[in-house]
């Protein structure tokens, strides 16, 4: 019998995989996610997720360069390994070279947990100030969201599951 291979969750070490496989041949990885994050946040349109992130970029980076633009993303999806994006546009207006910082976010956080949409801004805003993946950045990410390792842990959990419910979905 070879084992489930679970895409989201191949950096981590075998245990917490086999507690993952446990969960998902017992039938309770749904039940394990709905305990631990039954909420759904209220930040359902443009405009909103954009105040969303400005106020945690207030708290938290008063420094960082601003946002001008923050936007839920029909086309991020796990088939382009995306979840967010944050970029920087530069423009030439008249003589001078103006940047514009925006921030994309997945659609499918629209229906997600308040945390793992506050831990995919809390990643993308991050990157204002830290570019790569280093342990300056996942510092910053836990000193703006507490408990950040395990949220995105439980973030690639939810994305298994979501899988394999669409599998299920598709067989009935």
Request: with cysteine; charged share 25%; proline share 2%.
């Amino acid at each position: 019998m070879t084992a489930l291979v679970l895409k989201y969750l191949q950096a981590y070490p075998h245990d917490l995989q086999d507690q993952v496989r446990h969960l998902i041949a017992q039938g309770k990885l749904g039940d394990y996610l709905q305990q631990r994050y039954a909420e759904r946040h209220d930040v359902q349109s443009d405009k909103a997720l954009y105040a969303y992130a400005l106020a945690l970029k207030q708290e938290h980076l008063r420094n960082a360069p601003n946002i001008d633009k923050v936007l839920f993303d029909n086309r991020l999806d796990l088939t382009h390994r995306a979840l967010g994006l944050h970029s920087t546009i530069s423009r030439v207006q008249g003589g001078r070279l103006k940047s514009k910082k925006e921030i994309r976010v997945a659609s499918l956080f629209k229906e997600a947990a308040p945390q793992f949409l506050k831990m995919i801004v809390v990643h993308e805003l991050a990157h204002f100030k830290e570019s790569d993946h280093n342990k300056a950045f996942y510092q910053l990410c836990e000193h703006m969201q507490p408990g950040y390792h395990q949220l995105e842990f439980d973030l690639r959990v939810y994305l298994t599951w979501r899988d394999l419910k669409g599998q299920d979905d598709g067989r009935q």
